[in-house]
């Protein structure tokens, strides 16, 4: 008889050998393992050891969530999932950024809320920020914004019009005839017309991130409903928030400054009392009619906001529906949430925009999460 | 091979590795055996619980160990006074609490992430690209410039050394039949 010692590495070469999708595991193949397993009992042990462990390494896909795809990273380093950064238990290289002052007031962690209306203090209670506000009480009053499109060009006659657009999925980088540029997220539609006195781009739908080109004569104006943002030389995204972020059906525009400053005016029908806010760079401003919210963090941390262009997506204390949100405007298969307590979980952790199996997984096995998967959607409850 | 059988036994059982291995390396005055010994107790067990399963599993696999080891020194193969003493003595082990028995999720999986950290560069190369991304070993070795029979080859040997640490994570050598040695003369062929 074989020793222990041959017998595992027999018992794993069979595994290894299954366990490669490239390779046809033939009728032959299952026939000879049977009949070596049950040519001895020490077979059969050996091998249920080895295939106990080798199921259970599945589970690391969970832990390597946060790991951009094609990079085998080292052996310290690749911890970034939200696990070890949660459970404390992780090495000091992963713990999250040190908070950033807040620019304009409070002590507020910029990273903890960049997509969020709600803010957090330190302690992690939920805080609601009065941010800037523009119409005193007035701003309380959420008007619905309606979105009209293209009343803005017609006291101007552009000179050219031109339609940019994203398909569902899709990220792309499109230069500007004025020489800026302009990244399109998923499923966006915007329009550009400039005309002797002013750029002017319409935002449909969808997201977009400007890099403007400075020319004072012809300030850079972009229009989503009647919210306006007026920029000169400066970065800055836009996004029409859909129906589903904004629940009561009103039109929420997010606006995040990684560059310069941009002016804002919103729509909303209201005069405000105030000149219009500057939004300089690391604001994440939310604008819903006459009604503003802004937070101020560091450019840096504004960028994160945005990675939506690289495709690495970064969550930090952000609730379970916002985090879904994002996915879904990338993915085809969305994600939904089945219970209100669920929605509001925090999570953390890098993700490729594109990995909702991997996000999914971590959910399942770190937070108690069970997912129910069809094609097109993956529902989350509490287990 | 019967499923419910090998799903008893990995839980049951397997999760009992590394005190399994303890008490057999403290017990038994030759460590070279340890593993033998671990692999021979797991025969016993298995072929005994295939006729009907243990009530107290755990306290079956050391009451077999230690028949186990009698068996040997009655046999002569080992004769050592020292031995049969220690064995009267190691009762108590059967009450120590086994902190992994009931590990939770969270132990588990940074118990998987440790052993994936502790498998040899090349080896934890092939089992990332592989378990992580989902890669054939025809994918792996491109990305690795290796042919496909070293990806299998170090896939072979990532199962068995994650088997080791996962199971053992703090037994060392003892039991493994993988010293540093060993594993060193084990690179010509896997």
């Not at chain 2, 593993?35 to 243990?54: F, G, M």
């Not at chain 2, 040997?72 to 004769?79: A, F, H, K, L």
């Not at chain 2, 220690?86 to 992430?113: C, F, H, I, Y």
Request: glycine content about 8%.
């Amino acid at each position: 008889m074989d020793s222990h010692r041959d017998i595992e590495r027999i018992a794993a070469d069979w595994l290894a050998r299954r366990g490669d999708a490239g390779r046809a595991w033939t009728d032959a193949d299952q026939r000879a393992l049977d009949a070596w397993l049950s040519a001895s009992t020490a077979h059969q042990v050996a091998y249920i050891r080895l295939d106990a462990v080798w199921q259970q390494a599945d589970r690391l896909k969970a832990l390597g969530a946060g790991v951009p795809s094609g990079e085998v990273p080292d052996k310290s380093g690749w911890r970034r999932s939200p696990f070890f950064a949660h459970r404390s238990l992780a090495a000091s290289s992963m713990a999250q950024p040190a908070p950033t002052r807040a620019r304009t007031e409070g002590d507020v962690d910029a990273a903890s809320g960049l997509s969020a209306l709600r803010f957090r203090s330190r302690s992690g209670r939920p805080v609601r920020r009065r941010g800037l506000r523009l119409a005193g009480a007035a701003a309380c009053v959420l008007l619905a914004a309606t979105v009209s499109l293209g009343g803005w060009y017609r006291y101007a006659a552009p000179t050219e019009a031109i339609e940019f657009s994203t398909a569902f999925g899709d990220v792309r980088e499109v230069p500007l005839p004025d020489g800026s540029a302009a990244t399109l997220s998923s499923d966006t539609r915007l329009r550009m017309a400039l005309t002797r006195r002013a750029r002017r781009i319409e935002l449909e739908h969808g997201e977009a991130y400007f890099q403007v080109v400075a020319d004072a004569g012809r300030p850079f104006i972009v229009q989503v409903g009647e919210t306006r943002l007026i920029a000169v030389g400066t970065r800055f995204a836009v996004r029409a928030e859909s129906g589903e972020a904004a629940p009561d059906g009103d039109r929420t525009v997010r606006v995040v400054v990684t560059e310069g400053a941009v002016r804002l005016e919103p729509g909303g029908g209201v005069q405000p009392s105030s000149p219009p806010p500057l939004l300089t760079a690391g604001v994440v401003a939310m604008v819903r009619g006459s009604a503003v919210q802004v937070e101020s963090g560091s450019p840096e941390l504004a960028e994160r906001a945005l990675g939506w262009r690289t495709g690495d997506v970064v969550f930090s204390a952000t609730p379970l529906a916002e985090a879904a949100a994002e996915f879904n405007r990338h993915n085809a298969r969305r994600i939904v949430i089945d219970d209100p307590a669920l929605a509001q979980m925090r999570v953390d952790g890098g993700f490729r925009i594109h990995n909702v199996d991997g996000f999914v997984r971590l959910l399942e096995v770190a937070f108690d999460v069970e997912a129910e998967r069809t094609d097109d959607r993956v529902v989350l409850r509490r287990r | 091979m019967d499923e419910s059988l090998a799903e008893w036994f990995a839980r049951e059982i397997l999760v009992h590795e590394e005190a399994l291995v303890r008490f057999l390396a403290r017990t038994w005055p030759h460590r070279d055996d340890v593993y033998d010994l671990r692999q021979e107790t797991y025969v016993r067990v298995y072929e005994a619980a295939a006729r009907s399963r243990p009530a107290s599993p755990r306290a079956f696999m050391y009451a077999t160990a230690r028949n186990l080891m009698a068996d040997r020194i009655r046999r002569g193969r080992v004769v050592s006074i020292e031995v049969v003493g220690d064995m009267e003595a190691l009762n108590v082990s059967l009450e120590e609490p086994t902190p992994d028995d009931k590990a939770g999720t969270w132990q588990q999986l940074k118990r998987l992430a440790d052993a994936l950290d502790r498998l040899p560069d090349r080896c934890r190369h092939a089992v990332w690209l592989h378990k992580m991304e989902d890669l054939s070993y025809r994918e792996v070795a491109a990305r690795m410039g290796v042919s496909v029979k070293t990806v299998e080859k170090q896939i072979s040997k990532g199962i068995r050394r994650l088997a080791q640490f996962y199971l053992q994570r703090d037994t060392g050598d003892a039991g493994t039949g993988e010293t540093a040695a060993g594993s060193a003369r084990e690179e010509p062929h896997g």
